[in-house]
């Protein structure tokens, strides 16, 4: 603690002094704003939708976690347990193993859950963020149900020597730390990064979930609770390496090392003995990639291999009078992937182009709980075979083929194509229509098939059929860039996967027949420069209709035909950036309609969520004394102290704060 202090309080006076030279004597750092319009009429990309998120926005969130990335610049719903528990991601009204995401051209989806826990993600070890919507996720992979995120790390070859330091203090005990060293030659470029999050996590909350009856007047009232034992620590280390030894290759590895503790604290509705300190989680993971490229005139070789490797463990114990904690779960999860592919893009002339690839990744897992003596290990071997044709007509319209065969232990599953095509209205405009179908499917989870108690070994595959329209437009005009696109889709799904509540007293998964996903997605930008004045504005804006079609008989009349639990129909976010010769400002706001906990939307009942509306600010100052880049930054929460809960009885804070503090050179 009185390290953190002491750093803080060194920086402060360094900003204090640089503010206090005034003009004369620095030179403050003009924030500009890139107008550049991109390449929407691309063959590569014809018929898919993809959202590339603006590496400023990477640059304002820095100290936070991926999850919060997505859900305030991007349409993609995060479920958040709690701020810095587990938060997963519904893509399209989909489930959380539908979502697929890669670290440098690796999936890091868990085989045994299927799915990513964003929060522990940090941007920090991010310089370029795509997500590819709906079916446009097969070029990556399978199994994208909603679609597909890529996060990944570049090199700049022009960097002699950058050093970078972040110090955060924040509300609930919070610190943030950030280190980064790079440098190099022409040819060799390394890259550390080093980074330390702490919090306590002690914040206070009406607690809705417990109702204190007046016993004279009859008065209802909900207590003032605290978010004790939720506390959470989360360190680790991004090392990168890139070799060019001549202008026709290119090798890099890149190793992420973190670990992560959390306390789990009990639902706000658990009316025990508050001993939440009880329940632990700890997660330690290791990735390493590495590959090499090659590149001629017309073609692309791209060969890469990785290891991933994580160990989970958590552990509940119960406080019993006279006896103490005892163990209830003793959970170790193991888990090791070796990733292999090899990729070759050929382009025949301007208008023609092919692409194969092929993987083979294998999974190895062991569960075990010590108290309850369950457990399961099992092994996966997956090759994937991909190939794709490209081409452009008369420079108007565009055809983009994808087809994906793959073998998982040694079974075929269905066979996946994909047809999309983009359209350009006029030659004189960036106005373009895309389309595409295609079908997808998805393969039960290591836990969906073997979990002990509940796994079930005769789950069917999810399979997709599905179609999507949209129109995109890109306007440059006297140093501004408007960018605009509308999309609707709608995909059908067969044998949703779903875990539900048997009378042995243990959850099983089963399948569900039939769940229809239709919705429109909108996101529009509009960013350039007024004077000195540059400015930045964004918003997105999704309607997501998930409804379950299973059998009534068996599933009930009151679950069918209703939406999917913690999915919003309606969700959105805005951005307004404002900047003026090194001062900045920022609004960022988001929406979410209600959502049901219970599959016959039941809103009589306590136990749904009510719309909430999300208001943060940023403000902050960036400026240059003697080469040395600094830059002071405030961040306001929750603006207006809004009382919300993601999942039900998991509250998050109200109005909190964070101050950021920044030396680069």
């Known amino acids: 603690m009185v390290r953190h202090i002491k750093i803080t309080l060194l920086l402060l006076f360094l900003c204090r002094f640089g503010f206090s030279q005034g003009i004369r004597d620095s030179v403050f750092q003009i924030e500009t704003v890139d107008i550049t319009s991109e390449r929407i ?260 070789v791209t060969l890469r291999s990785g290891y991933a490797q994580k160990y989970l463990r958590y552990t509940l114990k119960n406080y019993v009078p006279g006896y103490g904690p005892i163990p209830a779960i003793y959970s170790e999860s193991k888990q090791k992937s070796i990733y292999n592919s090899l990729n070759y893009k050929h382009d025949f002339n301007n208008r023609f182009s092919a692409e194969a690839n092929l ?71 960036d106005l373009v229509i895309k389309v595409n179908m295609a079908r997808n499917y998805h393969q039960p989870s290591l836990n969906d098939l073997y979990w002990q108690p509940g796994g079930n070994p005769n789950l069917l595959p999810e399979q997709g059929l599905s179609f999507e329209a949209g129109i995109e437009y890109q306007k440059k005009f006297k140093g501004h860039l408007l960018k605009t696109e509308l999309t609707a889709y709608r995909s059908d799904i067969n044998n949703w996967i779903i875990w539900i509540p048997t009378y042995k007293g243990y959850w099983n998964p089963r399948n569900i027949k039939r769940v229809l996903s239709q919705g429109i997605e909108f996101n529009l930008t509009l960013k350039g420069k007024m004077g000195n004045i540059n400015y930045r504005f964004a918003g997105n804006y999704a309607y997501t209709s998930s409804v379950n079609y299973g059998d009534p008989l068996v599933w009930g009349d009151e679950s069918y035909g209703k939406q999917l639990v913690y999915v919003p129909l309606h969700s959105g976010n805005v951005l307004v950036n404002f900047s003026y010769k090194g001062t900045y400002i920022t609004w960022q706001h988001n929406s979410y309609s209600e959502r049901y906990t219970t599959s016959a939307n039941d809103v009589t009942r306590r136990d749904w969520l009510y719309p909430y509306f999300m208001n943060d600010l940023i403000a902050g100052k960036k400026f240059i004394l003697n080469k040395i880049r600094l830059s002071a930054e405030l961040k306001i929460n929750n603006l207006f102290d809004e009382t919300y809960h993601s999942v039900l009885y998991r509250p998050m804070p109200g109005r909190n704060y964070m101050l950021l503090l920044m030396v680069n050179f």
């Open 359 to 429: 993987q083979y990744n294998f999974h190895d897992v062991t569960s075990r709980d010590s108290v309850k003596k369950t457990g399961y290990e099992k092994q996966r071997n997956e090759v994937f075979a991909f190939f794709a044709l490209r081409k452009n007509f008369a420079n108007r319209l565009n055809i983009n083929a994808m087809f994906r065969q793959d073998w998982i232990d040694n079974s075929f599953v269905p066979f996946i194509p994909f047809l999309g095509a983009d359209y350009r209205l006029s030659h004189k405009h």
């Open 41 to 300: 009429f691309d063959k590569e990309e014809a018929g898919m939708k993809e959202t590339r998120v603006d590496s400023m926005v990477l640059m304002e969130k820095i100290n936070v976690s991926l999850s919060q990335v997505l859900s305030e610049n991007t349409s993609v719903f995060i479920k958040n347990h709690g701020r810095g528990a587990l938060a997963t991601a519904s893509f399209r009204g989909t489930a959380a193993s539908h979502t697929q995401v890669s670290w440098n051209g690796i999936n890091i989806n868990s085989p045994m859950a299927g799915m990513v826990d964003f929060s522990l993600i940090p941007v920090y070890i991010i310089d370029d963020l795509n997500l590819k919507h709906g079916t446009a996720s097969i070029a990556s992979h399978n199994g994208g149900l909603g679609g597909s995120i890529s996060i990944g790390n570049k090199v700049n070859w022009k960097n002699k020597l950058d050093v970078k330091y972040l110090q955060g203090l924040g509300s609930y005990n919070s610190f943030d730390e950030f280190l980064s060293l790079g440098g190099g030659t022409k040819k060799l470029q390394l890259k550390t990064r080093i980074y330390h999050n702490y919090s306590k996590n002690n914040y206070t909350f009406i607690n809705r979930g417990i109702a204190n009856i007046d016993p004279e007047t009859g008065l209802i009232t909900n207590p003032l609770d605290t978010n004790n034992f939720a506390d959470f620590t989360k360190y680790g280390l991004l090392q990168e390496i890139y070799f060019r030894p001549n202008k026709d290759q290119t090798l890099s590895a890149k190793y992420w090392g973190q670990k992560a503790e959390r306390t789990i604290p009990r639902a706000t509705s658990y009316e025990g003995p508050d001993n939440s300190n009880l329940n632990r989680q700890t997660d330690v993971d290791h990735k390493v990639v590495a590959d090499w490229k090659y590149f001629s005139q017309k073609s692309k």
